[in-house]
């Protein structure tokens, strides 16, 4: 079992920053693709950005060139940095991983462990 918990959520105005942490625990792995999902009220759960356990990276459309996905394999702690953050980045954002040694995936089936999320508000 892998246990993730988010952090780095919280209220900030249009083009401001935020980092968002996952700490993962449990039975890590460097082999472990993962990602990060947001929910905004009223709405489905959408892949944001995923790194994969061979080094490359995915991200959704709206986020490219503002959002940045990194892991620190030593700490087992992957990031999501949010820059020129936007009032429909509202959501609650999610950190998930995948079972070891899979293709990385967009689809939020994919991954078989989730965090409990951690909310960003983007005010205008």
Known sequence: QVQLVESGGGL???GGSLRLSCAASGRTSSSYNMGWFRQAPGK?????AAVSWTGGNLYTDS???RFTI???SA???VYLQMNSLK???TALYYCA???PRVA???RSDAYDYWGQGTQVTVSS
């Not at 489905?44 to 944001?48: A, D, K, L, S």
């Open 97 to 99: 991983a995948t079972r």
């Open 12 to 14: 900030v105005q249009a």
């Open 44 to 48: 489905e759960r959408e892949f944001v």
């Open 75 to 77: 700490k087992n702690t």
């Open 104 to 106: 990385v995936a967009r």
């Open 70 to 72: 990194s892991r620190d």
């Open 87 to 89: 009032p429909e980045d």
């Open 63 to 65: 986020v490219k060139g």
